[in-house]
């Protein structure tokens, strides 16, 4: 019986040096401690041991199980923690690692002149007033003015959803929505997007627009003059000078469009304003007395001055952005410049 301990305690020696891993450690265990193991297979041969020498093989296996287990104890103790340290190194963290740059977004250009431009006028004591993209006939022609056979009115410019709504094809929509709802007098710009069926280089079908009303008594084109030359400023340099040409749109009378001298060259001449010094910015005029009728106001007793300029076209001319696409097709290499 000693020799076979002998040999046992040897193979367990040999075994428990050789494993690596703790699942190893766990199957030698079994092999010899387990009820079907080689050591209590050791107890139940005792049996066959003469009876004057049990007590003392007895006690020799009981204290060779006894080295066994403090052996596989200790053994796995030692895994456990060689395995612990092994994790800690794996996961470790280095403090003093500089971490890494997160991109914060930022505002489109669109919305920055369109920021720019709420700015400007609260300033002068306008409100920003903003109507529905989804209009009908009345808001988005009649009440402007826009007589029934009028081009716009077409389907090939226009995205009718019936045939009285429409998707906005301007933000004078805003016009008649605050001469509906709001006393006179009052000043508001109504920005927001608007709809047409047009897409080349300079078009797109979504845009924005900035529609701009004054409602007051005895007001004429000299009033308007001031409030675009601030406009012009605000948006460009304040070296900008604005020039009025005369123009016809159904809801102003008179009407004129603006030009601004040119962001680019500042009035020399360049291939921007073609040659001119002047880039065209925006329609404006003294409201068409039929407009004032129209919202149930008296044209006797209120005028109102309008101007409506395009917020993507402003910001395209003073990013120097040449496709109206590159602000809408989401290219971050492109948005990116935008960052302030
Ligand atoms: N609604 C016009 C457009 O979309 C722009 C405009 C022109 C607005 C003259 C006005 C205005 O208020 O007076 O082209």
Known sequence: MEEKIKELRAQIDEMTCKATRMEELKDIRFKFLSKSGSIPALMKQLGSVP????????KLINEFKTWATELFDEQEKLFAQKALQLRYAAEAVDVTMPAKKHKA???????LVRNELIDAFTGM????????????????FTALNVSADHPARDRQDTFYITDDILLRTQTSTGQIRAMETLKPPFKIVSP????????????APMFHQMEGMVIDKNLSLCDLQGLLDTLAKTVFDKDTKTRFRP?????????VEVDV????????GCSLCKGTGWIEILGAGVMNRNVIKNCGLDPDEWTGLAFGTGLDRVA????GVNNIHL??????RILDQFRK
């Open 316 to 319: 395209m001319l003073k990013y």
């Open 261 to 268: 001298t040119c962001c680019e060259c500042h009035g020399k």
């Open 105 to 111: 977004g930022h505002m489109h250009p669109v919305t």
């Open 327 to 332: 602000l809408y097709d989401g290219d971050v």
């Open 192 to 203: 927001g997007r608007v709809f047409r069926c047009d897409d080349d280089g300079t078009h």
């Open 247 to 255: 123009s016809y749109f159904p809801f102003t009378e008179p009407s």
């Open 125 to 140: 004591g306008f409100t920003v007033f903003e109507g529905p993209e989804i209009e009908d006939d009345f808001h988005n």
């Open 51 to 58: 009876k004057e020498e049990r007590p003392a093989v007895g």
